[in-house]
């Protein structure tokens, strides 16, 4: 499928209740062009990545997934949209269900979304089957051994977690990877190798990601366009060379004064 843009926002404001948590936010996801959306704490970025999810509507204005409204009432639209854009949250140790073993895990989407529901794959043996061949493939190309199958979450460290959680988010093989923070409960050394990670995974199974983070560096290195959000508005955007390079709004300044690593 050829989306482009996968993502398109336009004219949209969001409130939570009477105050206004986002307000006329456009900018839209191309295909191949990972983005960065940073902002202090309380800015709306997690807000912002619920909204593109669908678990949260807009108030005014359109959220388009390859050129649909999301909220189209079109079974076949949602399946779609829900095998093309997958999540990963922040804490790795909360997201996973820790009475469920790695396989279950891992293959969720593919049982939810009915994806192993394929022609031929008529007997609950066969369904099986392709899921965990799924599973492994999505296992190997998070850098984890298909021994860890039959395990449990409670036996994998913290970046072990993450990406597990991450098998769980491409096993369906979406186009869009959305990312909340999703190496801030990490050590810093894990955080590079997780944030390698999904470097390597947009190479290799052509995904694009969006991430929010607070960290610059990260963003800096995993994307190649940013937004700036502040108090739910877009300070700045472009790409992230310019953005962070060259920032033209003081808000990008103080939040880029606020990380010293960056300019050593
Ligand atoms: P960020 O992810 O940038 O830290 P959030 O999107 O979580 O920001 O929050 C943006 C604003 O919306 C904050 O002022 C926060 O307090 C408020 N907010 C977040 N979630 C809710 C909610 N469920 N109900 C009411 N207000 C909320
Ligand atoms: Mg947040």
């Given at each position: 499928m050829n989306f482009n843009p996968l993502i398109e926002i336009s004219n949209l404001d969001f409130s939570y209740g009477v105050k206004t948590t986002l307000e006329n936010i456009n900018f839209e996801i191309a295909v191949g062009k990972n983005l960065g959306i940073v902002g202090e704490s309380g800015s709306g970025k997690s807000t912002l990545l619920k909204l593109i999810l669908g678990i949260l509507s807009p108030t005014s204005g359109s959220i388009r997934f390859n050129g649909s409204?999301?909220?189209?009432?079109n079974k076949d639209f949602e399946r779609q949209f829900r095998q093309n854009v997958q999540v990963v949250f922040q804490d790795p140790y909360s997201s996973l269900d820790p009475r469920q073993r790695i396989d279950h895990l891992v293959s969720e989407p593919l049982r939810s979304l009915g994806l192993d529901r394929a022609d031929g794959r008529d007997s609950k043996k066969a369904r099986f089957l392709w899921r965990e061949e799924r599973a492994v493939e999505a296992l190997e190309s998070v850098g984890?051994?298909?021994?860890?199958?039959?395990?449990?979450?409670?036996?994998?460290?913290g970046g072990q977690r993450q990406r597990i959680a991450i098998a769980r988010a491409i096993v369906s093989k979406p186009a869009l990877l959305l990312a909340d923070e999703p190496v801030s409960a990490l050590d810093v050394t894990t955080r590079v190798l997780i944030i390698e990670l999904l470097t390597e995974l947009q190479e290799t199974l052509g995904l694009t990601i969006a991430m929010v983070s607070h960290d610059l560096s990260l963003v800096a290195t995993l994307a190649s366009q940013t937004i700036v959000l502040e108090q739910g508005k877009i300070v700045e955007s472009g790409a992230t060379k310019e953005v962070l390079?060259?920032?033209?709004h003081p808000y990008t300044r103080k939040l880029l004064a606020a990380l010293p690593r960056l300019h050593s």
């Open positions: 409204p999301l909220d189209l009432p984890l051994s298909p021994d860890h199958l039959e395990r449990y979450p409670r036996e994998f460290s390079g060259n920032p033209a």
